[in-house]
């Protein structure tokens, strides 16, 4: 059994991740939450230094932060602390166990409809301008870092951004060489500075890959992909079949950051093509109604939020599909929760059905003393009977005694009056006075001792009625079957004769 280091409030539980220089754990905390535990060496297996740790830990300590107000971005992973270890770091976050976009994309991208496919966008989008506004740069957006997560209240599925081991708090004057290879701007590669609208061309990338399920750039090595993107120099139009979504792409992928529009510019357009796609699907949301331009202006935003409505949900079953085939696989990190789960409840089985039988134990128990202490309180009363009867005899001896001795003296005066009196008599007076009072001592005592040897003996005494009179019926009946024997064979021997 391997042993985990031990975390102030958290237990590790399993492994579930490795990377170069980090190790995802499956963990728990005092409130029983599965939580994701990262532990990050300050150095990799072959010796190398993990130059960014601190840059991750400070953005982390950001994210932390933030993670506090309620006004923090569900698109995006939530963070609860960060522990340290000797060489190691420990930055506990919210679990999200139901996959990553790129593995959803790959089993059920043919179930996707073009409004699932925009909902996607909006809600990565979303999440990169929560990121903008609190001055963090990603660097590595990419559909692996895309996590499939679940509303607590609604029970419905979206996605949130994860991954924050090269992101930076600057978010300009950039200049390490970071990233994925097909996802990277043609500024990282150049060596030259840049700033976060990396993170918008990272987007494109990604949007063009939901929307035709295939990456921009082709990856074919790193020598390859690195020239292609080097000698891009605009977005080919006419491989998307709508306009707003070829707009968005071509402005994401322009070769010059200072183009590139702002992360909200992007999800105002992309909420726009939702909003007329609500509006030529009026008739799946509402009844059809004739109505004024003035009326029609003010049901748009409800007609708008219904859509979202339904969307949402939509979306939610898409995803939900990975869910169940996740349940399904032995080594998927959710199948590992549910078999811990059905463990947690046979222990609490077991513990319950061992406190209810040390209950009734303790109630057998308590029975068994309040029998004993009543059989005690029997015998003592017994014996205090007999004691007194005791005292009370020893009690009427000493008054015989002393009546006696005042006959004596009586006696003595009567003998000095008359010297003829045999001294004798008194003295056989004494010993028939006496006497009889052992004798009757003597007998009260064996009679009560019978009564109470009687009493400790009454259960071995009714046992063996019992067993009497189960030998006597024995008996009686042999007796009978000897009898009707010897009858019939004596008729028998008449009828012979006859």
């Known amino acids: 059994m391997q042993l985990y280091p031990r975390l102030s409030g958290y237990e590790i539980i399993a492994e579930i991740g490795q990377g170069a220089f980090a190790t995802v754990y499956l963990g728990r905390g005092i409130n029983q939450e599965y939580v994701a535990i990262k532990e990050i060496s300050s150095q990799r ?26 006004n923090y971005s569900r698109f995006l992973t939530k963070f609860y602390g960060f522990q340290k270890h000797g060489n190691y770091i420990y930055i ?29 966008l909006v809600e990565i989008i979303q999440g990169i301008q929560s990121l903008h506004e609190m001055g963090i740069t990603h660097r590595d957006l990419k559909t692996d870092n895309i996590l499939i997560a679940q509303d607590k209240k609604t029970f419905h599925y979206y996605l949130k951004i994860s991954d924050f081991g ?61 020239k292609q993107i080097r000698q891009h120099t605009k977005y080919q139009r006419g491989s998307i079949n709508d306009e707003t979504i070829e707009d968005i792409l071509d402005l994401c992928l322009r070769k010059d950051p200072k183009e590139r529009p702002e992360a909200k510019e992007i999800k105002q357009m992309l909420m726009n093509l939702q909003n007329e796609i609500s509006q030529s699907q009026r008739t799946n949301f509402q009844q059809p109604q004739q109505y004024s331009q003035q009326q029609q202006n003010q049901q748009q935003p409800q007609q708008f939020e219904q859509y979202q ?25 959710l199948s590992k929760i549910t078999q811990l789960e059905l463990n947690n409840k046979q222990k609490q089985s077991q513990q319950e059905k061992s406190y209810v039988c040390q209950e009734q134990l303790n109630i057998e128990k308590d029975q068994f003393n309040q029998q004993k202490s009543i059989n005690h309180g029997h015998d003592s009363n017994f014996n205090s009977n007999l ?61 009560f001792k019978n009564q109470y040897q ?15 009179c189960s030998y006597l019926l024995i008996l009686i009946l042999i007796f009978f079957i000897v009898i009707t024997l010897l009858i019939f064979l004596f008729r028998q021997l008449l009828e012979s004769r006859k």
Not at 101 to 117: A, S
């Open 387 to 447: 004691q007194n009867q005791d005292n009370n005899q020893n009690k009427n001896q000493s008054q015989n005694t002393n009546n006696f001795n005042k006959n004596n003296q009586k006696t003595d005066s009567s003998k000095q009056q008359d010297p003829l009196n045999n001294p004798n008599q008194n003295i056989s007076c004494r010993e028939t006075d006496k006497k009889p009072t052992c004798q009757n001592k003597q007998q009260q005592n064996i009679h």
């Open 454 to 468: 009687s009493k400790t003996s009454y259960l071995t005494k009714s046992n063996n009625n019992k067993i009497s």
């Open 309 to 333: 409505q339904y969307i949402h949900k939509t979306t939610s079953k898409i995803l939900e599909l990975f869910v169940k085939s996740l349940e399904k696989n032995q080594n998927s990190i």
């Open 166 to 226: 090269i992101s930076s708090l600057s978010m300009d004057n950039l200049q390490s060489k970071v990233g994925t290879v097909v996802y990277m701007a043609p500024e990282i590669l150049s060596q030259a500075y840049y700033d976060y609208k990396v993170d918008i061309w990272s987007f494109g990338i990604i949007a063009f890959e939901i929307m035709k399920n295939q990456l921009y750039f082709p990856y074919n090595g790193d020598a390859e992909t690195i």
């Open 45 to 70: 297996l072959d010796g190398q230094k993990n130059k960014y740790l601190q840059k991750e830990i400070t953005t982390i300590q950001q994210l932390i932060e933030k993670s506090k107000f309620n």
């Open 92 to 120: 506990i976050s919210e679990l999200c166990e139901f996959g990553d976009l790129y593995m959803h994309m790959i089993n059920f991208y043919g179930q996707y409809t073009f409004e699932i496919k925009l909902e996607f």
